[in-house]
Protein backbone atom coordinates (compact mmCIF):
# COMPACT_ATOMS: atom_id res chain seq x y z
CA UNK A 1 0.00 0.00 0.00
CA UNK A 2 1.27 3.65 -0.79
CA UNK A 3 1.99 5.74 2.48
CA UNK A 4 2.71 8.73 3.70
CA UNK A 5 2.85 10.51 7.15
CA UNK A 6 1.18 14.48 6.93
CA UNK A 7 -0.17 17.30 8.49
CA UNK A 8 -4.26 17.39 7.80
CA UNK A 9 -5.17 20.56 7.61
CA UNK A 10 -7.92 22.53 9.05
CA UNK A 11 -11.46 23.20 7.45
CA UNK A 12 -10.31 27.12 7.92
CA UNK A 13 -6.73 26.56 6.14
CA UNK A 14 -8.62 24.45 3.69
CA UNK A 15 -11.47 27.40 2.74
CA UNK A 16 -8.82 29.85 2.55
CA UNK A 17 -6.45 27.32 -0.28
CA UNK A 18 -9.71 26.72 -2.20
CA UNK A 19 -10.44 30.06 -2.51
CA UNK A 20 -6.88 31.08 -3.87
CA UNK A 21 -7.02 27.92 -6.68
CA UNK A 22 -10.62 29.21 -7.22
CA UNK A 23 -8.54 32.49 -7.78
CA UNK A 24 -5.80 30.79 -9.86
CA UNK A 25 -8.66 29.02 -12.44
CA UNK A 26 -10.37 32.57 -12.70
CA UNK A 27 -7.00 34.04 -14.27
CA UNK A 28 -6.81 31.02 -16.40
CA UNK A 29 -4.46 28.82 -14.37
CA UNK A 30 -4.74 25.44 -16.13
CA UNK A 31 -3.75 22.11 -14.31
CA UNK A 32 -4.92 19.20 -11.87
CA UNK A 33 -6.01 20.61 -9.19
CA UNK A 34 -5.66 19.22 -5.59
CA UNK A 35 -9.69 18.21 -4.15
CA UNK A 36 -10.17 20.00 -1.15
CA UNK A 37 -10.29 17.24 0.82
CA UNK A 38 -7.02 16.02 -0.48
CA UNK A 39 -5.13 19.28 0.75
CA UNK A 40 -2.43 18.63 3.30
CA UNK A 41 1.25 18.90 4.40
CA UNK A 42 3.39 15.76 3.28
CA UNK A 43 5.91 15.25 6.40
CA UNK A 44 7.33 11.97 4.94
CA UNK A 45 6.65 10.08 2.01
CA UNK A 46 7.06 6.36 2.03
CA UNK A 47 5.32 5.24 -0.86
CA UNK A 48 4.79 1.31 -1.26
CA UNK A 49 4.81 -0.28 2.04
CA UNK A 50 2.78 -3.18 3.71
CA UNK A 51 3.86 -3.16 7.38
CA UNK A 52 1.53 0.81 8.81
CA UNK A 53 1.59 -1.26 12.04
CA UNK A 54 5.20 -0.98 12.37
CA UNK A 55 5.11 3.06 10.83
CA UNK A 56 2.41 4.34 13.44
CA UNK A 57 4.69 2.73 15.97
CA UNK A 58 7.66 4.76 15.09
CA UNK A 59 5.17 8.18 14.87
CA UNK A 60 3.93 7.13 18.08
CA UNK A 61 7.43 7.25 19.30
CA UNK A 62 8.99 10.65 18.16
CA UNK A 63 7.07 13.37 20.49
CA UNK A 64 4.96 15.78 18.66
CA UNK A 65 5.11 19.59 20.18
CA UNK A 66 1.85 21.59 19.48
CA UNK A 67 2.92 24.43 17.14
CA UNK A 68 1.06 27.49 14.62
CA UNK A 69 1.15 26.56 11.41
CA UNK A 70 0.74 29.62 9.18
CA UNK A 71 0.43 30.02 5.47
CA UNK A 72 3.40 32.77 3.90
CA UNK A 73 4.14 31.81 0.44
CA UNK A 74 3.54 30.23 -2.72
CA UNK A 75 5.64 28.63 -5.31
CA UNK A 76 6.49 26.13 -7.75
CA UNK A 77 8.27 23.08 -8.01
CA UNK A 78 8.19 22.77 -12.37
CA UNK A 79 4.85 23.06 -13.56
CA UNK A 80 3.60 21.81 -9.78
CA UNK A 81 2.37 25.10 -7.88
CA UNK A 82 2.07 24.89 -4.07
CA UNK A 83 1.27 26.68 -0.66
CA UNK A 84 4.55 27.35 1.82
CA UNK A 85 3.97 27.67 5.35
CA UNK A 86 5.88 30.17 7.25
CA UNK A 87 9.38 29.06 8.69
CA UNK A 88 8.94 26.79 11.75
CA UNK A 89 11.95 25.44 13.81
CA UNK A 90 9.47 23.10 15.97
CA UNK A 91 8.37 21.59 12.88
CA UNK A 92 11.45 21.18 11.20
CA UNK A 93 13.08 19.45 13.87
CA UNK A 94 10.02 17.52 14.23
CA UNK A 95 10.72 15.92 10.59
CA UNK A 96 14.40 15.49 11.12
CA UNK A 97 13.26 13.49 14.39
CA UNK A 98 10.30 11.54 12.68
CA UNK A 99 12.90 10.85 9.35
CA UNK A 100 15.30 10.25 11.76
CA UNK A 101 13.06 7.24 13.73
CA UNK A 102 11.90 5.85 10.26
CA UNK A 103 15.77 5.65 8.71
CA UNK A 104 17.08 3.61 12.51
CA UNK A 105 13.44 1.35 12.14
CA UNK A 106 14.55 0.15 8.40
CA UNK A 107 11.14 2.41 6.55
CA UNK A 108 12.14 3.20 3.42
CA UNK A 109 11.18 7.14 2.58
CA UNK A 110 11.83 9.95 -0.06
CA UNK A 111 14.71 11.56 1.79
CA UNK A 112 14.59 14.60 -0.27
CA UNK A 113 15.23 17.99 1.71
CA UNK A 114 12.13 19.01 3.73
CA UNK A 115 10.66 22.23 1.66
CA UNK A 116 7.19 22.43 4.22
CA UNK A 117 4.40 22.77 1.04
CA UNK A 118 0.81 22.01 0.40
CA UNK A 119 0.48 21.10 -3.08
CA UNK A 120 -2.39 23.18 -4.82
CA UNK A 121 -2.10 21.74 -8.68
CA UNK A 122 -0.36 19.56 -10.65
CA UNK A 123 0.91 20.15 -14.12
CA UNK A 124 0.07 23.86 -14.10
CA UNK A 125 -0.17 26.03 -16.95
CA UNK A 126 -1.43 29.73 -17.80
CA UNK A 127 -1.14 31.07 -21.09
CA UNK A 128 -0.60 34.79 -19.44
CA UNK A 129 0.66 35.85 -16.05
CA UNK A 130 -1.16 35.31 -13.00
CA UNK A 131 -0.61 36.28 -9.26
CA UNK A 132 -1.16 33.39 -6.20
CA UNK A 133 -3.52 35.49 -3.82
CA UNK A 134 -2.73 33.89 -0.75
CA UNK A 135 -4.96 34.68 1.98
CA UNK A 136 -3.55 34.76 5.39
CA UNK A 137 -4.44 31.58 7.59
CA UNK A 138 -3.09 29.82 10.78
CA UNK A 139 -4.03 26.85 12.84
CA UNK A 140 -2.64 24.38 15.74
CA UNK A 141 -1.10 21.23 14.68
CA UNK A 142 -1.63 18.86 17.39
CA UNK A 143 -1.42 15.35 15.56
CA UNK A 144 0.36 14.12 12.74
CA UNK A 145 -1.56 10.85 10.42
CA UNK A 146 -0.48 8.08 8.47
CA UNK A 147 -2.56 8.14 5.74
CA UNK A 148 -3.11 5.78 2.77
CA UNK A 149 -3.02 6.80 -1.56
CA UNK A 150 -5.43 4.68 -3.62
CA UNK A 151 -6.56 5.20 -6.80
CA UNK A 152 -10.37 5.06 -7.45
CA UNK A 153 -12.08 5.91 -10.85
CA UNK A 154 -8.63 7.68 -11.84
CA UNK A 155 -8.38 9.55 -9.14
CA UNK A 156 -6.34 9.76 -5.73
CA UNK A 157 -8.14 9.39 -2.80
CA UNK A 158 -6.32 10.16 0.67
CA UNK A 159 -7.63 7.88 3.69
CA UNK A 160 -6.35 7.95 7.36
CA UNK A 161 -4.93 4.82 8.89
Not at 3 to 17: G, N, P, R, V
Request: proline content about 5%.
Amino acid sequence: MRLFIAIQLSDEMKKTLVACMHDLKKQGVEGNYVPAQNLHLTLAFIGEYDDPAKVKQVIGSVPLPQFRLSLLEKGNFGKLLWAGVKGNQKLKTYVKDLRDALRAAGIPFDDDKFVPHITLIRKAVAKKPYQANLPKAEMTVRKVSLMRSEMKNGKAVYREM
